[in-house]
């Protein structure tokens, strides 16, 4: 019997295999931030320990750096603490960090790819649990702790408990790929299989509907596996893969001999048995709105708001989630979608701020107004996406309609910074999480794609994109 993609990397990556019990498996790329490394450079320093390989490791500063003028000094205590703690660890071992200033700054997951740190068939971790966005290059990439963090800089190896194999079908070929997105793709997944489908496994999406999509869709995509209980997301490396990665700065010099050994060993063979499987039609995908407090808790636009019983198909537990999720959200069941207005809107985060993102949403807004009563931002996800997105003239599209135009970040998606919602307030946001009190204390959170905020933004409330003309 063949293997899959994630047993390939899985085998190739093992140090120590156990037969019960985690085995442990080589890192071959490490990504630190500020928030979840101090404790593991502290650790190294009361163990007498450095950093096993500092070339493999690369650090920036993403979560808590302020997206508006950084000529300022930083106000939050805590924020500036991280920060500065984070230099002082890169520089006394030697690591290479992007720091607030540097042009390659930007959200870790951002960056990895554009700067070709990433590379198809390796085993990359941060202590982020959105790690996985980097699966979409072929790359096992995994999430940590702060106490695996420390062991990865001392050994550049982790103790791992091996994953089931979960595939992932998209079938079809999409109709309207400027309306219905990656964003709805991976949302109406979620919605299927529930936030704990996908536990204890590492998912590879594959079919016609995901192979069709750009390499900043794939990473959309695995980004929020997470979102599913999955351990990690791949998709299979392909010409696509290949071109995206060619000539990036850190983009091995033999390149093109590793494209020949990629191109025939990273893919699922087709005798390889999955343990769980799911298919879903590409055509039966509308644009999504999440409606409650985690990612499961979304429908179409079209549609009106679930009632707990309809949710929860007869799951007691589901049924009074959603009930507290209704309340927390301030929504009545059999609302329409269309008729929820908002207060803000956020365009950015390591799901949603790459350029192509941005330049979606940007043929939304162009010539329009934001409605009086909205707050918009974009957030770039890179220091190199905003420089680009600049070039192009998209700072202007956006500003022009009353959006503010703000530095790299990981900004409000997750409210570890300035840029956070007020209670009460009902926000469009593109990031991947809509917990409570996520975006900021009492702050309400519906995920959508970017030109589903942008749209929003335009009306003041959500409506289906696939009656705009966005070609």
């Known amino acids: 019997m063949g293997d899959t993609l994630f047993e390939k990397v899985w085998k190739s990556h093992v140090v120590v295999e156990q037969e019960s019990g985690p085995s442990l498996i080589y890192i071959d790329r490490h990504l630190v931030h500020e928030v979840t490394s101090p ?59 992007f720091d607030i200033n ?10 990895g790819p554009q700067l070709g740190i990433t590379l198809p068939g390796s085993t990359i ?9 980097h699966g979409a290059f072929g790359a096992l990439a995994l999430g940590i702790g702060t106490s695996d963090v420390e ?33 709805d793709i991976v949302l109406s997944i979620i919605k299927n299989i529930g936030t704990g489908g996908g536990t204890g496994t590492v998912i590879e999406y594959r079919g016609q509907g995901i192979s069709d999509l750009s390499m900043e869709q794939r990473m959309t995509i695995c980004n929020m596996s997470i979102e599913a209980g999955a351990r990690a997301g791949m ?3 392909d010409e696509k893969t290949f071109d995206y990665l060619r000539d990036r700065k850190y983009t091995p010099k033999n390149y093109e001999s ?19 499987e799911f298919t879903l039609d590409i055509n039966d995908i509308a644009p999504q709105v999440s409606w409650g407090t985690n990612p499961g808790m979304t429908c179409d636009v079209t549609e009106s708001i679930p009632t707990p019983d309809d949710f929860s198909n007869g799951d007691d537990n589901q049924k009074k989630g959603a009930q507290k999720a209704l309340d927390y959200m301030d929504l009545k069941s059999g609302t329409p979608v269309e008729e929820i207005k908002i207060d803000r809107v956020f365009i950015g985060s ?37 420089k680009q997105a600049e070039e192009m003239g998209l700072d202007k599209i956006f500003i022009e309609s009353n959006f503010e135009w703000r530095e790299a970040g990981c900004s409000m998606c997750l409210g570890m910074n300035p840029d956070i919602l007020s209670p009460g307030e009902r926000c469009a946001s ?32 959500f409506v289906d994109v696939r009656k705009l003309d966005l070609n």
């Open 430 to 461: 593109t990031s991947n999480r809509n917990f409570e009190g996520r975006q900021g204390t009492g702050g309400r959170t519906h995920l959508v794609s970017p030109v589903m905020a942008a749209a929003a933004a335009i009306a003041g409330h």
């Open 235 to 237: 998709i299979a490396p």
């Open 102 to 111: 540097s042009p390659n700054q930007g959200i870790v997951h951002v960056i």
């Open 350 to 386: 390591c799901t949603n701020a790459r350029l192509e993102d941005l330049i979606e949403a940007s043929k939304v807004i162009k010539g329009q107004k934001i409605s009086s009563h909205v707050k918009a931002m974009v957030v770039p996800g890179s220091q190199m996406v905003k």
């Open 39 to 97: 404790q593991a450079f502290d650790g190294l320093r009361m163990n007498n320990r450095k950093v096993r390989r500092p070339d493999l490791t690369i650090a920036t500063m993403d979560h808590n750096v302020p997206t508006n003028d950084r000529s300022l000094p930083i106000l939050d205590q805590t924020s500036s603490i991280q920060i500065q703690t984070l230099e002082k660890n890169c520089n006394d071992f030697g690591i290479t960090l």
């Open 151 to 183: 062991h990865v800089l001392a050994s550049q190896t982790m103790w791992l408990e091996k994953p089931k194999t979960f595939e992932i079908k998209v079938d079809g070929k999409i109709k309207n790929p400027h309306a219905v997105t990656a964003k």
């Open 125 to 133: 971790v941060c202590g982020d649990s959105h790690t996985s966005t």
């Open 258 to 276: 590793l494209v020949e050994i990629w191109r025939d060993s990273l893919k699922t063979d087709n005798d390889a048995k999955f343990e769980k």
